[in-house]
């Protein structure tokens, strides 16, 4: 099974600060995506990524949000001015595109203080 | 829009017997697919299990099978012989033809005791 990491495993931040959570997948996957989890509730889809470019995004993914993959590795998340509604578990994963099952990372808690 | 029920919060069984985990949709799609994904305390996310709307046979995976119902949209996961590595969440998506997001359940804690 291919292989993702993440991190930080968990980050603190203030409220209004920008945090980037990371993704490292080693595969040759060429979609990417983050969801999240907020405590006690259900694991949301937030965006896909293919081909250097924004696929598919979801209601929660607004101006605040972005991704980029800025070395051919590395995928980030980057939350500009963080509330304390964005604490959650943010995953990452990986797959083949529509379709296929998806490879997710351990996660990054995300705490908003 | 897409819905995911997992109506179980919590199931418990003896290590060795048989548990079903039940899962139903909302969908006025016509193929699909559907997922089974186990979240051991470690938190990362493994696939267990992938069923084609388009195929009426059950999928199974060694000990994993499920029983997708399509007329119902129920799609439940069946772990025999509960061994206590198979503690988690479990969590039951759906993904459209031709999708890219999942729709997760909200998730049943599964705890194998010994």
């Known amino acids: 099974e291919p292989e993702v990491t993440q991190t930080p495993s968990h980050q603190v931040t203030q409220m209004g600060q920008e945090v980037i959570l990371r993704c490292v997948p080693i595969s040759n996957h060429l979609y990417f995506y983050w969801y999240r989890q907020i405590l006690g509730q259900k694991v949301e889809f937030l965006v896909s990524f293919y081909n250097n470019e924004i696929s598919e995004k979801s209601e929660i993914f607004d101006d605040q949000f972005s991704v980029e993959r800025p070395d051919g590795s590395n995928f980030t998340l980057k939350i500009r001015s963080t509330k304390l509604e964005d604490s959650a578990m943010y995953f990452c994963a990986i797959g083949q595109g529509p379709n296929y099952e998806q490879y997710f990372g351990p996660g990054t808690r995300l705490t908003v203080t | 829009a897409q819905t995911v029920t997992q109506s179980q919060p919590e199931m418990s069984v003896q290590e060795a017997e048989t548990v079903t985990l039940s899962c139903t949709y909302d969908?006025?799609?016509?193929?699909?697919?559907l997922f089974w994904y186990k979240q051991p305390p470690s938190r990362q996310m493994i696939l267990v299990i992938r069923?084609?709307?388009?195929?009426?046979q059950n999928a199974t995976e060694n000990r994993f099978s499920v029983n997708f119902q399509k007329a119902a949209k129920s799609f439940s996961l069946k772990i025999s012989d509960s061994q206590l590595g198979d503690t988690a969440m479990y969590f039951c998506?759906?993904?459209?033809?031709?999708?890219?997001?999942?729709?997760f359940g909200t998730g049943t804690s599964l705890t194998v005791i010994p």
């Open positions: 069923q084609e709307a388009y195929k009426q």
């Open positions: 998506a759906f993904m459209k033809l031709d999708g890219n997001q999942f729709y």
């Open positions: 969908t006025s799609e016509n193929n699909y697919y």
